[in-house]
């Protein structure tokens, strides 16, 4: 894909969180959205990651002055992997549902199962 600008790939990332379906978006308890430009060195082709505490593993606890958790992702891998904005919009929205899904507690094997690894 061609070199974007960050307001370029920003806007992009914004389009596809409009692609994201509203329900599950509603369904997001506090969590941060971020854009880096690379990955960790020892992980040089991750999309995006997810930090923090899933729905399912929160308690009492968790409420008290908590952070927001992290969805990141990484415009290098993202941008090199596809070859037009398009593409990229729809990568961004599939990373995104994925690790959405982590938030939701779901783990890697059956998010791979399901068709969203």
């Not at 806007?11 to 854009?35: C, K, T």
């Not at 993202?78 to 995104?96: F, N, P, Q, W, Y």
């Amino acid at each position: 894909m061609h070199a974007m600008t960050d307001e370029q790939f920003d806007a992009i990332v914004e389009e596809a969180l409009d692609d994201v379906p509203g329900e599950l978006m509603a369904m997001l308890d506090n969590v941060a959205f971020f854009v880096e430009a690379e990955p960790p060195p020892e992980d040089p082709d991750l999309l995006g990651i997810y930090e923090g505490t899933p729905l399912t593993e929160r308690g009492e606890w968790w409420s008290q002055g908590s952070l927001p958790d992290r969805i990141t992702l990484y415009r290098g891998p993202l941008t090199r992997m596809c070859e037009d904005a398009a593409e990229l919009r729809e990568e961004i929205a599939v990373t995104v549902v994925h690790e959405i899904a982590h938030h939701f507690g779901i783990e890697e094997a059956a998010l791979h199962e399901l068709g969203w690894g």
